[in-house]
T-cell receptor, first 112, second 116 residues
Framework: NAGVTQTPKFRILKIGQSMTLQCTQDMNHNYMYWYRQDPGMGLKLIYYSVGAGITDKGEVPNGYNVSRSTTEDFPLRLELAAPSQTSVYFC???????????FGSGTRLTVV | GENVEQHPSTLSVQEGDSAVIKCTYSDSASNYFPWYKQELGKGPQLIIDIRSNVGEKKDQRIAVTLNKTAKHFSLHITETQPEDSAVYFCAARDRGGSSNTGKLIFGQGTTLQVKP
């Protein structure tokens, strides 16, 4: 099993550009999450999904959007990239609400 | 909503010594507390977790303790080794709302350095 796979691993965007961070899992987990990690700030929840067709905002959703058309995929969309979105982004999944997460290896995004 | 504070932010120990990282949480309804280890350039990896019906849990050299009254929990690593050097995160389940969304609120992280 591959677990949680994130692509790309690195990306540089110019201010105002858009992109999609891909996340896919092969563990048939219903719950999926997107976090961003900034130095000294821990991980902040951007969006989450408890099943296909269901998404909801986390702590820091502004400037992002998500969709969940299948159980496996949970892409994160950045529209009009801003320098404040420079961060490392992690996708995670969980089989149920009372279990720990399996994280992907992350996407390091720089907006210049 | 839940808030998690983690201390210290950095910790340096000699190989073979013990290391302790402490976290406090704000929501007394939280019932699940995992710990993650993040090595350089990698995603966080679950190393141990504890639920609110248990006061302590051990797995070889690592243990977690939970004090529900004081709303704090701690990670204990004994006989530290250089490969224990990493960033460690605590987390607490956010039980806000009527449904269990599985959301975790993370502490700020502790960078542990084990000196040979």
């Amino acid at each position: 099993n591959a677990g949680v796979t994130q692509t790309p691993k690195f990306r540089i965007l110019k201010i105002g550009q858009s992109m999609t961070l891909q996340c896919t899992q092969d563990m048939n987990h219903n719950y999926m999450y997107w976090y961003r990690q900034d130095p000294g700030m821990g991980l902040k929840l951007i969006y989450y999904s408890v099943g296909a067709g269901i998404t909801d905002k986390g702590e820091v959703p502004n400037g992002y959007n998500v969709s969940r058309s299948t159980t496996e995929d949970f892409p994160l969309r950045l529209e009009l990239a801003a320098p404040s979105q420079t961060s490392v982004y992690f996708c995670a999944s969980s089989p149920q609400g009372d279990y720990g997460y399996t994280f992907g290896s992350g996407t390091r995004l720089t907006v210049v | 909503g839940e808030n998690v504070e983690q201390h210290p932010s950095t910790l340096s120990v000699q190989e073979g010594d013990s290391a302790v990282i402490k976290c406090t949480y704000s929501d007394s309804a939280s019932n699940y507390f995992p710990w993650y280890k993040q090595e350089l350039g990698k995603g966080p990896q679950l190393i141990i977790d504890i639920r609110s019906n248990v006061g302590e849990k051990k797995d070889q050299r690592i243990a977690v303790t939970l004090n529900k009254t004081a709303k704090h929990f701690s990670l204990h690593i004994t006989e530290t080794q250089p490969e224990d050097s990493a960033v460690y995160f605590c987390a607490a389940r956010d039980r806000g709302g009527s449904s269990n969304t599985g959301k975790l609120i993370f502490g700020q992280g502790t960078t542990l350095q084990v000196k040979p």
